[in-house]
């Protein structure tokens, strides 16, 4: 491994872990050394020591020879095929593919500890395979969940029955399997399904406390939109310093923008929250066992503005079939597919503004921390549930 005695030679990148003091510092990077040793990367990562308000810190990231090779201008896309061309490699392809993204990132990836840089990454995991096996039905104007684990109130939303597990409902709710119930959802609600289901997991393994505290909260609130944000999520990147558009770790929540002012009146198009799964794709949780590219994702939602109608009741519609219509007839020309994708992969235009930007968004979003120490997830009716 490389080694500098400060930060000043790195991108300013990374993973960044903090120890309570020199000892436990120490701890933390042998047992970093060990994850990169377990992962085949130990020769692929330099680490900068430093200390801040008198408390040490250790960030690694990858060598600058390894960074070109693998993730050449952030671009993670490519990252598994890359990864896959190593004569040698040893450990789980996702866990690898997750640490190396983390590690080429351009905005450091901070944590308390290294316990819950672990979590991190099994979490991530956690909601690659989550996502991987939903397969639900579009729907932006109503919803449905198994009723035999759920039920509905017009305040509190879908929330779990009593005595039932909060991990059972939802794998029932988002994971049908090849013949099971295909439940409605929205795209953004879906997304909070899968995040919860990945937290879950993880916590249910580090956190019994917390777990106990998710379980109650989903018997007796759901935590919906902005305040799910709030409540569970993390974002990198931002308009002032943006993600590159090919900048992406398996298990981030990604939001493309439907860059057409028209089109983006009709109801659940306005844009697509979606998850990246690594290996280059993207989530379609509306076709079963499917995923999208990134060329691919951009192109579909490029041709929302040419297949829009007005339903019977008025409002603004999307015809799906004009859309893969159109998708295949552009995939077979070459100049109008690079002149697409060209707009499309643009950073977004500001909230509001419908100029010259494209469907990238400048930030990507992941899980609070999670274990015992450390957390940071503040769960507003479970708290005094079990207090």
Known sequence: MNYMASSSANRGGGVAIWGQDLRSLDLVVDRFLEWLSLRDLSQSVQLHLGTTNNRPWVQFEL???????????????????????????????????????????????EFPSIEEFESAVLVRKNIVHAASKTFLSFDAYGAERPEDHWEYDETRGFVVRPGKSVIDALRLATQPGETGTVYSFSCYRATEYVIALGLAEEVRRCNQVLFEQLQHQAERRAIRSGEFHEVFMKEYGSRQSPLPAKYYVPGDRVWFRNPDAASADALGFEGSWVFYL??????????????????????????????????????????????????????????????????????????????????????????????????????????????
């Open 63 to 109: 060598v600058q020879e390894r960074f070109n090779e693998w993730t050449p201008e952030w671009d993670t896309v490519g990252l598994a095929d890359r990864l896959a061309k190593e004569p040698v490699s040893k450990g789980d392809p996702l866990e690898r593919e997750i640490l190396v993204a983390m590690l080429a990132s351009p905005i450091t990836f």
């Open 278 to 387: 690594g290996n280059g794709l993207f989530t379609d949780f509306w076709k079963r066992n499917k995923a999208f590219t990134l060329e691919l994702k951009c192109l579909e939602m490029y041709h929302w503005r040419h297949s829009t109608y007005r339903g019977d009741d008025g409002d603004l519609r999307m015809d799906e079939a004009k859309v893969q219509s159109h998708m295949r007839a552009t995939e077979q020309n070459p100049e109008e597919l690079a002149r697409i994708m060209e707009r499309m992969y643009r950073m977004q235009d500001s909230r509001g503004v419908y100029a010259d930007g494209g469907c990238i968004d400048p930030s990507r979003e992941y899980p609070r921390w999670v274990r015992p120490e450390t957390t940071d997830i503040r769960l507003p009716d479970a708290v005094s549930a079990i207090a």
